[in-house]
C-alpha cells in the first residue's frame, strides 16, 4: 500500500462534519477502494470551541484556511467554506501554488473565477474538483465530464435548486402563494442566509454556469446567464399551467447555438408527465443530452450532510485511486469564449393575458400575435366574475424577441388590464 | 501531445458500427478531452464483404478477435462480439496476456467470468473496463465505482432489461396479453435471438450479478441470483395491480444481508407514482442507494447503437486519461465469497388468489394467513359472474418462507379454484 492521502478541511459546518464522519466510518472501506489509507491532518472553521459531534482532537487545528492548505502534511486541500471570494478562494490558490489537490463545493467561486483557478490547477499539475458544487449526491460533473466522454453533448437541463422546487411544489399541493410559501420554507431552514441566492436563481445559476463549461467546452460564464428567479411565480400560473398539462419549475438549460452558448435559469413550464415535471419537493434532476447517448436522467438529493459529503468523497477517491483530468473535461487554456446568446432557440410559451371585457378584445390580442409571427397552438378563455377576462394562450414555437414584440403591440391596443405573463415552455 | 491510443475493436454489429462511428466522427474533440489522439489500427467481425456503412478500409483487418487482440499496434481491445465464452473470451484474456487493456459490453462473459478476468486484468496491470455492459448509455457502473466510491451501498435496484419492459407497460396500454405482446416485440427486432436471454431475465441478471460485485465488494455471483422472468405476468396481474397503485416491472434488486447477499430478478410490484413505476417502454433505470447519498436515480436509453457506443467510448475516454481502477473497485482477490440469500428481507407481497365461492371461504384464506404469520394490509374482492371470486390480498412486511408456508396451508383447504400468484412489492 502507498502512502496515506492526508486531507486538510476548511469549513467543518455541515458539508464538512459529514466528510469527517465518513472518514472515520468508513476508513477500511476507502482503503479498500483506493489502496490508500485516507487520513486528516488538519481542520479549521471560524469556532474552535463549537460541538460539532464529530471527535476533531486527533486532528491539528489552524486558525485560517491559507493554514491549512499551506501545511506540509496535507496532500488535498478541502474547501468547505463558501463564498466566491474571501478565504476560499485564498486558500485554494495557496493550495495549488504548493502543489496540493483542491476539492471544493463552492460553486459560487467556481462560476465566477473557474477558468483562473483551472489554469492555476493544471500548470501546477494538480486535481481541482467540485463534484459537491453542483446536485449535491448525483453524480453529475463525473457522468458529464468522464461517463459522456464520447458526446457532443447538445444540451444541458436541470432542477438544481432544491429549495425553489420545494417552494413550487409546496404552492401546488396547498394553492397558497409564493409569500406564504417562502416564509414556510425559511421557518424550517431550508434556505440560505440570503435567500436571494436561492429564489433569485442565482445558486441554480453557478451550477449551470459550470455544466455548461464542461459540457460545451466554453469558458465558465456566469454573467452570460439569462436569469430570473421564482418571485414572480403565482399561484394563478401554477394552477393554470397545471389546467394545460404542464408543471412550473426554476429549469437551466445549456446548448451550444450558431449564435453563441444560451445558458437560461427561469421559471419554465415542462409536461406534467415528465420526469422533471413529477419531480417534488427538494429533490434535483439533471437530464443531459448528448448525440451519441440522446438522453438520460439523474435523479437525486441535491444538499444534506450525507448526500454533499458523499460528493466530496467521489472527488477525494478519485484523487486517491490516481486521477487527475482537466478541470472542466479539457485543458483551460483550450476552453472557448464564445458570447452569451440569451433565449435564441425558438420554443413554444405560455402566455397569460388578462383583458378588459369588452367585445374585439380576444380578436385583438389574436391579431398583434399574428402580425408578430407567433402562431396559436391552444387558447382557453376561463369563465369570470369580475370585469377583466382571464386568457391562456400556448403558442407554436416562436422567438422570444417574436413573441415580446407581440406583446408590446398588444400593451398599444388597449384591451390589456394588465401586464401578460409569458413563460417558455420546455418539451424534454 | 503523447502517442494515439490505437483500437483494436472485434466485432462490428450495431454497437461495433457505432464505436467506429464516433470515433471517426469526434477525433478532434476525444483529443481535446483526452489529451491523445483515439485511433484504429484493427478490426474483425464474422463477416468481411458486408456493408456497414462506415468505411473501414483505413483498418487492418484480420479473422479472428484474437488475431485482433495480439496486435502490436493495439493498446485497447474493444470486445463487441458477446457470448460468455468462445472467441469473446479467449480474445480478452490474449490481451490481458499481452498487456492490453480490454473494453467490453460484453455482460454474460462479465457475470459468469468475471472474477478470474478481473484477477488476469489485475494482475497484468491492465484496466478491463464495461460500462456498456450495463443498462446501456446510462454511466450507472462510473456512478457506483466512482461517484458513490465514499458510500457503504445498502440497496440496488433496476429495470436493466428494455426489452421486458416494453412487453409489460406495452400489456398495460392495450390490454393484450403476453403472448400477443411477445409476438409484437419479436416482430419488431426488440428481442434477442434466443428470446429467453430477454424475457427469461437472464440479460438483466447478468447486469445484476457485476453491479452486486461493484456495490457489495462481493464476488461476482450470477448463479446466486433468485431468478424468474416474465412469462407468467397476466393482463389481469398488470389491471389488477394497477387497481391497487402499483405496476410490475422485472426488478433486479440486490443487498447484502446478515444472511448473505439477496440478489432477486423477478417482477415485482413499484409504486405507480414512484420513478421505477412510471418508467414506460424500453427505457432503463437505476436506483442505487447509500447510507451517505440516500438514493440516486440514473435513467437513460439500455440499449441500442448510439447510447451503446457511448458507454464504450467513455470506457476509452477513461484509459486514454490514465484511469486504471481495479475492475470491480477494489483488487479483486480482495471480493469477498457471499453466499447466496434468496429473498429473506421481509417485503409487503400482492396475492391474488381464486375462490370457489362457497360461504366461508375468503375466512379460510385469511385464517391461513394469520396463521403464517402472514397480516393483511388491504384485501378486495371483486364482483363476478364466474362461481370463481377472485381476491386480491396486499399483505403488511412478511417474509417469503412464511407466505409460502401460507399459500400451502391454503391449498390444502380445498377452497382455491387456481393456484395463487404471489408478487413481491418493493417499496422503492
Redesign the interface.
Known amino acids: 500500500m502507498t502512502q496515506p492521502l492526508r486531507l486538510g478541511i476548511a469549513g467543518l459546518g455541515t458539508v464538512g462534519v459529514?466528510v469527517v464522519q465518513?472518514v472515520r466510518r468508513?476508513a477500511a472501506?476507502?482503503s479498500?477502494?483506493?489502496?490508500r489509507d485516507i487520513t486528516i491532518s488538519a481542520v479549521t472553521a471560524r469556532s474552535k470551541s463549537k460541538d460539532r459531534g464529530v471527535p476533531l482532537s486527533d486532528y491539528a487545528w489552524e486558525d485560517d484556511a491559507v493554514a491549512v492548505a499551506s501545511r506540509d502534511d496535507v496532500d488535498i486541500f478541502v474547501e468547505l467554506i463558501g463564498g466566491e471570494d474571501g478565504p476560499a478562494k485564498d486558500a485554494c490558490e495557496a493550495a495549488l501554488a504548493r502543489g496540493k489537490h483542491v476539492v471544493t463545493a463552492n460553486k459560487a467561486m467556481l462560476a465566477v473565477h473557474g477558468q483562473a483557478l483551472a489554469a492555476q490547477a493544471e500548470a501546477a499539475g494538480c486535481s481541482l474538483r467540485y463534484?459537491a458544487a453542483v446536485a449535491g449526491?448525483?453524480?453529475v460533473i463525473?457522468?458529464l465530464l468522464?461517463?459522456?466522454?464520447?458526446?457532443?453533448i447538445t444540451r444541458v437541463i436541470g432542477v438544481m435548486n432544491g429549495s425553489c422546487n420545494y417552494i413550487l411544489t409546496r404552492m401546488e399541493s396547498t394553492g397558497l402563494t409564493y409569500e406564504d410559501i417562502f416564509a414556510e420554507a425559511d421557518g424550517l431552514g431550508y434556505l440560505e442566509a440570503d435567500p436571494q441566492l436561492d429564489v433569485g436563481g442565482i445558486d441554480a445559476a453557478h451550477k449551470l454556469a459550470i455544466l455548461s463549461s464542461i459540457a460545451f467546452?466554453t469558458q465558465v460564464d456566469f454573467d452570460g446567464i439569462e436569469l430570473e428567479g421564482i418571485e414572480r411565480v403565482s399561484i394563478e400560473d401554477i394552477r393554470h399551467a397545471d389546467d394545460m398539462g404542464y408543471k412550473i419549475k426554476l429549469l437551466g438549460v445549456a446548448q451550444l447555438t450558431g449564435r453563441g452558448l444560451e445558458q437560461r435559469m427561469m421559471p419554465c413550464l415542462v409536461p406534467a408527465s415528465s420526469?422533471l415535471g413529477?419531480l417534488q419537493g427538494g429533490t434535483n434532476m439533471v437530464v443531459l443530452e448528448?448525440?451519441?447517448?440522446?438522453?438520460?436522467?439523474?435523479?437525486?438529493?441535491g444538499a444534506?450532510q450525507?448526500?454533499t459529503?458523499?460528493?466530496?468523497?467521489?472527488d477525494?477517491?478519485?484523487i486517491a485511486?490516481?486521477?487527475?483530468?482537466?478541470v472542466f473535461?479539457?485543458?483551460a487554456e483550450?476552453l472557448k469564449s464564445v458570447k452569451p446568446a440569451p433565449s435564441v432557440t425558438p420554443a413554444p410559451y405560455y402566455l397569460r393575458v388578462s383583458l378588459h371585457d369588452k367585445p374585439g378584445a380576444l380578436a385583438k390580442v389574436a391579431s398583434v400575435l399574428g402580425d408578430a409571427g407567433v402562431s396559436i397552438d391552444r387558447m382557453r378563455q376561463y369563465g369570470h366574475d369580475a370585469p377583466i377576462a382571464p386568457v391562456l394562450i400556448v403558442t407554436h414555437k416562436c422567438t422570444r424577441a417574436d413573441l415580446d414584440t407581440a406583446i408590446d403591440a398588444m400593451d398599444r391596443t388597449g384591451v390589456l388590464a394588465a401586464a401578460p405573463i409569458a413563460l417558455r415552455i420546455e418539451n424534454v
Do not use: F
Open positions: 459529514g465518513i468508513q472501506l476507502l479498500a477502494r483506493t489502496g463534484e449526491g448525483i453524480p463525473k457522468s468522464e461517463g459522456l466522454a464520447g458526446n457532443e467546452g420526469p413529477q448528448g448525440d451519441a447517448v440522446e438522453q438520460i436522467v439523474l435523479r437525486g438529493p444534506g450525507g448526500p459529503a458523499s460528493a466530496v468523497l467521489a477525494i477517491c478519485d485511486r490516481g486521477s487527475n483530468l482537466p473535461g479539457q485543458p483550450s
